[in-house]
């Protein structure tokens, strides 16, 4: 018994399987201490075995060369594309970090982190809870879905045993960053505008009132008043992280332009 193998397709199959690996390394959730890397690997291979027959039918032109450095050349292509597109989708998420540590700071809970076994690091609290519901509302809004979607294009914008353009893909991501900053001080825009202004209140009754002992005071009122604003602002940061979801099929797209 004999058996045939297309190395076409068993070229397109080792490309996805690298691309989804790495973007499962630095995927949200995934890129986790529990996460056991042998799921994330079995995840990579199925996703990989799915889509290489599509990829491989509107990819004719790829050129199959099965020499050890032309295979060492594919991985590092591949390792390229899944981590850019990797980095991109957590861009979002690195925002929502920066906007819980910008409230956690002025709320006063700068020096109460807790342990983040997600990321196997000390966060701040509200760092966290935004975390957290920024990965609840990615997989419900099917942002996965996307992402899955951008890998399949990436084959087809980038195919296998093509050198994509890191350089342009890297000063993209480079000039993305920026957001991370605007984006966060954005959503915690709330909590820090609010919490300013009662700052600012109890300076004035300080200056009325000096007998008034305002660190006794003045803590509590500000982690009660921060974590209420905190609280009725969860919709604002809701409706802000589901545009920031929406946007990541152009912003994924951009990234697969620049690489092509």
């Known amino acids: 018994m004999s058996f045939q193998i297309d190395l076409a397709l068993l070229s397109v199959t080792v490309a996805l399987a690298i691309r989804f690996a790495v973007l499962a390394a630095t995927m949200p959730l995934l890129d986790t201490q529990t996460v056991p890397p042998l799921w994330r690997f079995a995840l990579a291979v199925c996703l990989g075995v799915s889509l290489a027959p599509s990829v491989e039918a509107q990819t004719a032109t790829v050129v199959v060369t099965w020499t050890w450095p032309n295979l060492v050349a594919e991985v590092l292509r591949s390792l ?28 006063g809970f700068s020096i109460v982190n807790a342990y983040d076994p997600m990321t196997n690091s000390q966060i701040s609290v509200l760092s966290r809870i935004y975390h957290l519901l920024a990965v609840l509302l990615f997989f419900v809004s099917g942002s996965h879905l ?43 825009a709330p909590v820090v505008l609010i919490l300013l202004l009662v700052s600012s209140a109890m300076g004035v009754v300080v200056k009325t009132v000096p007998q008034l002992n ?39 797209g951009e990234v697969l332009l620049a690489l092509s």
């Open 214 to 252: 305002i660190l006794a005071v003045g803590f509590p009122v500000k982690i009660a008043v921060g974590l209420m604003v905190f609280g009725v602002s969860l919709v604002y940061f809701r409706d802000i992280t589901l545009s920031l979801m929406s946007g990541l099929t152009d912003k994924l």
């Open 80 to 107: 390229v594309v899944g981590a850019m597109l990797g980095f991109t989708v957590n861009l979002v998420f690195e925002t929502v970090k920066f906007a819980g540590s910008i409230a956690g700071m002025q709320v």
């Open 146 to 188: 996307i992402l899955i979607q951008a890998m399949y294009q990436s084959c087809l914008v980038v195919p296998p045993f093509v050198n994509p353009d890191a350089p342009a893909g890297a000063w993209y991501l480079a000039s993305r960053f920026g957001d991370v900053f605007s984006l966060g001080l954005r959503i915690a």
